[in-house]
Nanobody
Framework: HVQLVESGGGSVQAGGSLRLSCAAS????????MAWFRQAPGKEREGVAR????????YYADSVKGRFTISQDNAKNTVYLQMNSLKPEDTAIYYC?????????????????WGQGTQVTVS
């Protein structure tokens, strides 16, 4: 099993920054891919960014490319999402997810383990 705990959400004005953290515990081989998803009210959950923990390869949704950065600290078993130049449309609950698959998609159904979510509000 893998447990994921997100932190770092909050309220910020447009143009501001936030850094989300996802602390992971459990077997490393179950965390080959780690990703951040978000879900706004009335909308489907969408993939924001993902990282292949072995290679460090990253992927970003077009809507956040150039503004968000996903990174990892293997010593701390933590994945981060640095969010800059935030926009009101970034408002959502942000979820951390992990899976053992090496395909590393950004399809929610591909991920086995999920955190509880953290609210990000941009006004």
């Amino acid at each position: 099993h893998v447990q994921l705990v997100e932190s770092g959400g909050g309220s910020v004005q447009a143009g501001g920054s936030l850094r989300l953290s996802c602390a992971a515990s459990g077997y490393t081989y179950n965390r080959n891919c780690m990703a951040w998803f978000r879900q706004a009210p009335g909308k489907e959950r969408e993939g924001v960014a993902r990282i292949a923990t072995g290679s460090g390869n990253t992927y970003y949704a077009d809507s956040v490319k150039g503004r968000f950065t996903i990174s990892q600290d293997n010593a701390k078993n933590t994945v981060y999402l640095q969010m800059n130049s935030l926009k009101p449309e970034d408002t959502a609950i942000y979820y951390c997810a992990a899976d053992r698959s090496i395909s590393c998609s950004v399809v929610p159904a591909s991920y086995t383990y999920w955190g509880q979510g953290t609210q990000v509000t941009v006004s």
